[in-house]
């Protein structure tokens, strides 16, 4: 396949390149900067995106900016999605975040809109909404540690999951083709339900319950609505991933406790960035901490 890869220099990014190249598919990676090899394109200002589409079978569009949000992710998805229509892209696979419906935080409510934007594009598309990388965790941490305690609350819960293993998930996905679509003779941009009209199950086929449950109902590998959900292999609270993340440091700084307030602390305590969809990712927080310590 020709694929354009937006977000290519990222974090998740410098995994799916590699990823792609090695399944034998013809990768143009995107970038603002000009490289030699990849495409020069702005999704804030829309400048090269329609050379930058042009040819290609599928998008997988990673590119983001938590600082100019609604520019880069929202209008210039819109953008985006709008050269991919005109060009005939017959799959956009954009990569989300679990729990952007349920946590109150201004980043995710762009992401949710920036789905919205791809659901409506006219163009088949998946949702893959992955949990937090390790490396984010990791600068939580360091952030929360520079005035000597970890100042954390413990019952935060997460479930990190690898870029090499979203890099994985993303190639397996790109061989399925899309999740979710507009619905033949329907008018332009109507959804399609799930990837194979089915409605989501538990894939574990295990009896779900509160927040976890509303992620299965979302998540899964036929997902209604496009929405693929994808995480890594455990789920610890912050104050389990802190005391990894000093032990394989050799720190012996104390973790204090505190509680975040409010209705974001209460979601992420209660599981709202976390799934039971399965398959999960296989590389651990402690595999991370191993090459990166
Ligand atoms: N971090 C996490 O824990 C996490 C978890 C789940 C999902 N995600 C999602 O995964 C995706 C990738 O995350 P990441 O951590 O790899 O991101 P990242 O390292 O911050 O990289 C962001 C990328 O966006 C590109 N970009 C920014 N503004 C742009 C613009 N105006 N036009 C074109 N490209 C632009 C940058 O490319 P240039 O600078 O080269 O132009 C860069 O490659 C994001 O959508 C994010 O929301 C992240």
Redesign the pocket.
């Known amino acids: 396949m020709n694929i354009l890869l937006?977000?290519?220099?990222?974090?998740?990014?410098s995994a799916v390149l590699p990823r792609l190249v090695k399944d034998g598919h013809e990768v143009r990676p995107?970038?603002?900067?000009a490289r030699p090899g990849w495409v020069a394109?702005?999704?804030?200002s829309g400048a090269g995106l329609a050379e930058a589409v042009r040819g290609v079978d599928a998008i997988v569009h990673?590119?983001?900016?938590p600082t100019k949000t609604r520019k880069?992710d929202v209008e210039?998805t819109r953008r985006l999605l709008a050269e991919a229509r005109a060009a005939g892209v017959r799959h956009v696979l954009y990569?989300?975040?679990i729990g952007i419906d349920r946590v109150p935080l201004p980043y995710y409510r762009m992401?949710l809109a920036a789905e919205a934007v791809i659901r409506s594009g006219g163009v088949p598309f998946t949702l893959l909404r992955?949990?937090?990388?390790p490396?984010?965790i990791d600068v939580l941490l360091r952030g929360s540690s520079k005035l000597g305690p970890v100042l954390i609350d413990p019952k935060l819960t997460f479930q990190p999951v690898a870029v090499e293993d979203v890099a994985d998930r993303i190639a397996s996905e790109l061989a399925d083709g899309p999740a979710g679509g507009a619905v033949p003779g329907a008018p332009a941009g109507q959804p399609a339900s799930g990837a194979a009209g089915q409605p989501a199950s538990d894939p574990a086929g295990q009896p779900a319950s509160g927040l976890a449950a509303q992620s299965a109902s979302q998540g899964g590998p036929a997902a209604a609505d496009g929405i693929v959900e994808f995480a890594g292999p455990t789920v610890a609270t912050l104050e389990e991933l802190a005391r990894e993340w000093l032990r394989a440091r050799g720190s012996k700084r104390p973790v204090w406790p505190i509680r975040i307030p409010g209705r974001f602390g209460r979601a992420v305590r209660a599981g709202a960035l976390t799934t039971t969809a399965k398959p999960t990712g296989t590389r651990r927080w402690r595999d991370y901490l191993a090459a990166k310590y």
Do not use: W
Not at 6 to 13: E, H, K, Q, W
Not at 30 to 33: A, G, V
Not at 130 to 133: D, H, L, N, T
């Open positions: 937006t977000g290519a220099s990222g974090n998740l990014g995107m970038s603002r900067r394109a702005d999704l804030a990673l590119a983001s900016s880069t210039g990569v989300s975040i992401k992955a949990a937090q990388f490396t984010l």
